[in-house]
């Protein structure tokens, strides 16, 4: 046990495990070594052998770690962290409401938050979140999430308050800096003053931090400079930005990325055998590329007495895991109407069930290339956009595939690529070229309803339909992704139900549509429950 320890503090967890597995065998009936293997077990990615673990802990503690008098009662936060990596967002709710109703650490109430977010109760999460930062209030990673989350509750001016407090806190932390930027841009509240000029200056600051989706956002900057600046972006835009002035067509040009959270990867604590864990947090690659450092959080062991820190926040969570918990935040404020994140659902899409008969997509799942030559690969892309313009698709692949040789991670090549092979009817490639660019960028919404039509066109409809729905639950105003998903429901999926809550969506985003009069008839024609 004592080598497993040190093996996982090493940062060794699957010779961690090894050694943790001979503990089991020598000590059987000690909760302990089945809780380390857990541990083990979790950091190395095997979830189901952790959750084996951990399981054997709780037969062999029973009732007893519901106490949080007894150390065993870590388990439940273990079990916690190990059901949101395994995507069960209930069963993490409830394993880390009993923990935090007890223990009211910094790490209990943050990972709580995690748990709610991940059930869609961003106001909960946004409680907790609250309370996180007021036992660590230099926290850049939590102040960060809060103002996700504010922005996810329409709560612009908030968010905007917390990306900054997160940079006070951390200067460099890109990803705070960034979505400091987008909340300027995209989701300014309607009573900030000069909001693209501080958008300008937020960008400015962003790509000065060296980010690795610099392509994308200096098109953003140069576009903002050129509206606010003209004078200024006109001698600079050649040498800076060659590309600022050739890709104009919209379907080809890369789209703005949507707010972007930091991401957290899920580090399992480690107690010791008598003593509560200490909680490393550390930072990864975001969808957006950007590297952030690592952070280690300490938590104190638990006093004998529980005390209860009482923020100005409402009451600690009850033990027993809540329904949908009330939000007593204030009403949100009116944001701008190209607000992506402000509609986002709070009720979870539906799924989509595999069906007899209709075939589905085999998934390549493709990692995020390594980062290339981005300077002498964006010399070719523009090339390669200057044959797509002209429709000569067999020159502009030939370009993009010299591009993606030089630097795999141009998103924007994979993306041009696809939609070139989808021209083509080369759907196939296309398909991996999507999914290849949605590896990059998975809030792509071009990648995103490209890769959902390449499907349908393959007659991949359930994998099509879940495509679509992705897509709307982030991009819930973008009418031809209801379109498409109604069409998908109504006929190749017969789920009419379903089809006319998308058709009823397309006339309320756009009643004039040029189809809205044959809309309106199916509607009338099924109008049956």
């Avoid at 809780?35 to 709780?58: I, M, P, S, T």
């Avoid at 991940?118 to 946004?126: E, L, W």
């Avoid at 997160?166 to 800096?177: D, R």
Wanted: proline share 8%; hydrophobic share 40%; net charge positive.
């Amino acid at each position: 046990m004592f080598e497993g320890e040190s093996l996982l503090q090493a940062g060794k967890p699957k010779e961690a495990a090894f050694q943790f597995e001979q503990a089991t065998q020598h000590l059987p009936i000690e909760w302990r070594a089945w809780n380390f293997l857990g541990l083990a077990r979790h950091r190395a990615g095997n979830l189901e052998g952790a959750d084996q673990a951990y399981q054997k802990a709780v037969e062999l503690v029973g009732k007893r770690r519901y106490s949080s008098s007894h150390p065993s009662f870590v388990l439940e936060f273990n079990l916690g962290r190990l059901c949101l990596d395994r995507k069960r967002p209930v069963e993490a709710r409830n394993h880390l409401v009993t923990f935090a109703a007890q223990d009211q650490s910094f790490a209990a109430c943050y990972w709580l938050a995690e748990a709610y977010r991940a059930n869609g109760h961003a106001g909960a999460a946004a409680e907790m979140l609250a309370r996180a930062i007021t036992l660590r209030p230099d926290s850049a990673v939590t102040w960060n999430r809060l103002g996700v989350v504010q922005l996810k509750l329409g709560q612009a001016t908030n968010a905007i308050a917390s990306f900054v407090q997160a940079l006070k806190h951390k200067k460099e932390f890109a990803v705070a800096q960034r979505n400091l930027a987008v909340t300027y841009h995209h989701h300014a509240p309607a009573n900030l003053a000069n909001p693209e000029e501080l958008a300008l200056q937020a960008f400015k600051e962003y790509l000065a931090l060296e980010s690795t989706d610099a392509d994308a956002v200096q098109i953003i900057a140069d576009k903002l400079e050129a509206k606010l600046h003209p004078e200024r972006a006109a001698i600079e835009s050649a040498a800076a930005n060659p590309l600022a002035g050739a890709n104009t067509n919209a379907t080809l040009s890369p789209p703005l990325k949507p707010l972007v959270a930091s991401n957290l990867i899920v580090r399992i604590p480690l107690p010791g055998t008598n003593a509560s864990p200490a909680i490393v947090i550390r930072q990864t690659h975001p969808p957006s590329g950007v590297t952030t450092n690592t952070a280690t959080v300490p938590r104190p062991l638990p006093p004998e007495k529980t005390v209860v820190i009482s923020p100005a926040t409402p009451a600690t969570p009850p033990k027993k895991a809540p329904g949908l918990p009330a939000t007593t935040e204030k009403p949100p404020v009116k944001v701008a109407k190209a607000n992506p994140t402000a509609t986002l659902p709070q009720k979870v899409r539906p799924v989509v069930p595999e069906i007899p008969g209709i075939a589905l997509y085999q998934y390549n799942r493709p990692g995020r290339p390594q980062v290339g030559d981005n300077e002498k690969a964006r010399k070719i892309f523009e090339q390669a956009f200057h044959h797509h313009k002209l429709n000569q698709l067999d020159e502009a692949i030939v370009n993009y595939q010299k591009v993606l040789g030089l630097d795999p991670s141009f998103q924007q090549a994979h993306l041009n690529s696809a939609i070139a092979y989808q021209a083509k009817g080369q759907i196939k490639k296309a398909l991996t070229s999507y999914e290849l660019a949605l590896a990059i960028n998975p809030l792509s919404r071009e990648s995103r309803y490209g890769f959902a039509q390449s499907l349908h066109r393959s007659k991949f409809y359930v994998d099509a339909a879940r495509e679509f729905e992705k897509l709307i639950e982030v991009y819930d105003t973008y009418l031809p992704g209801h379109l498409e998903l109604a069409i998908i429901y109504a006929g190749k999926l017969e789920m009419p139900g379903r089809a006319k809550v998308h058709y009823r969506r397309v006339l309320e985003l756009n009643p004039q549509h040029p189809e809205a009069a044959v809309i309106r008839e199916w509607l009338l024609v099924n109008n049956r429950p």
